[in-house]
């Protein structure tokens, strides 16, 4: 069982920076991949960013390449999403996941989900 928790999330004018983070209790933190996921008000939950469980492989969605940027600590059960540039598009609720593997976690066969983080760009 894997128990996720995002914090970090809050206001920030169009430009600015936000780095979420991810709390993961649990033993097994490190055998999963992990990913973020976000949801703006009428719209479907989007994959954004998911890295494997070793940190070695990273995946975006085309929307934030090199604005974004993911990483773990397996150490401390703790992954980031470090957001650059944001923009008034990138507002939504921003989800933590985790999948046996990050093809999983891309076709949204998530197996846990942290409760969300509210990110909101003003212009």
């Known amino acids: 069982q894997v128990q996720l928790v995002e914090s970090g999330g809050g206001l920030v004018q169009a430009g600015g920076s936000l780095r979420l983070s991810c709390a993961a209790s649990?033993?097994?933190?490190?055998?999963?991949?992990v990913g973020w996921f976000r949801q703006a008000p009428g719209k479907g939950r989007q994959f954004v960013a998911g890295?494997?469980?070793?940190?070695?492989?990273?995946y975006w969605a085309d929307s934030v390449k090199g604005r974004f940027t993911i990483s773990r600590d397996n150490a401390k059960n703790t992954v980031y999403l470090q957001m650059n540039g944001l923009e008034p598009e990138d507002t939504a609720v921003y989800y933590c996941?985790?999948?046996?593997?990050?093809?999983?976690?891309?076709?949204?066969?998530?197996?846990?989900w942290g409760q969300g983080t509210q990110v909101t760009v003003s212009s």
């Open positions: 996941a985790a999948a046996v593997t990050i093809s999983r976690l891309r076709i949204v066969a998530v197996d846990y």
């Open positions: 649990g033993r097994t933190f490190s055998s999963y991949a």
């Open positions: 890295i494997s469980t070793s940190g070695a492989n990273t």
